[in-house]
């Protein structure tokens, strides 16, 4: 089963994979993901992305495309898959039409408002990387290992705006490709939502799959 997690940077793409993996097993993959880690490692690629990534542009799809195509042959994603932040463009769409049969496309559907209040409360662990909404729950050390919390570059108030408009401008015509293809379920989710609370519906649709 190969699923794809569709929405703008803040909507949660995260930790709806998160619950999806315990639920189901697959395997996460987020191309921002795999960015930041070569980025951390200093590798060619990390070089490569490091001006886009960090002032919030798209890597270009030459690139993006390459990345995500070899990690899906990898022999440990034979159980499924969940794509998150791939497909951004009709291209890489197209592409990964060419390579993998996708069963679901969730596109979660969330106001500006909601993506501005959770980028700009959202704090990354130095240490292990795992996100904390910071602002909210009023700490400054990661919950997990007591590592120093810091905010993503691309999380700052100039270039959320600047994602969002990239993200509006690709999505709709991303949307009718699946639409066509009848495998996309839209969420709506809300502010004041937890993750669990917009997953439960998410949770019965992939489990009729
Ligand atoms: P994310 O963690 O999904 O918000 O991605 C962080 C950054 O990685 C984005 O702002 C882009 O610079 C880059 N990126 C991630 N996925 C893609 C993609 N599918 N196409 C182009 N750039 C991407």
Known sequence: MNIILNGASGSGKGSMAALLVRDFGLVHISTGDLFRENMAKKTELGKKVESYVSTGKWVPDEVTIAVLLDRIKQPDCKKGVILDGFPRTLNQAKALK?????????????????????????????????????????IDKC???????????????????????????????ILDFYRADNKLFVVHDKLENTPEDTYRAVKDVVAKL
Do not use: P, S
């Open 98 to 138: 060419a390579v993998l049969d996708v069963d679901l496309v969730i596109a979660i559907d969330v106001t500006d408002e909601i993506v501005q209040a959770r980028l700009g409360g959202r704090y990354m662990c130095r240490k292990c990387g795992t996100i904390h909404a910071a602002r909210w729950d009023k």
């Open 143 to 173: 919950k997990k290992c007591g590592g120093e919390l810091y905010q993503r570059d691309d999380d700052k108030a100039e270039f959320i705006q600047k994602r969002l408009e990239n993200f509006k401008q690709n999505n709709a015509e």
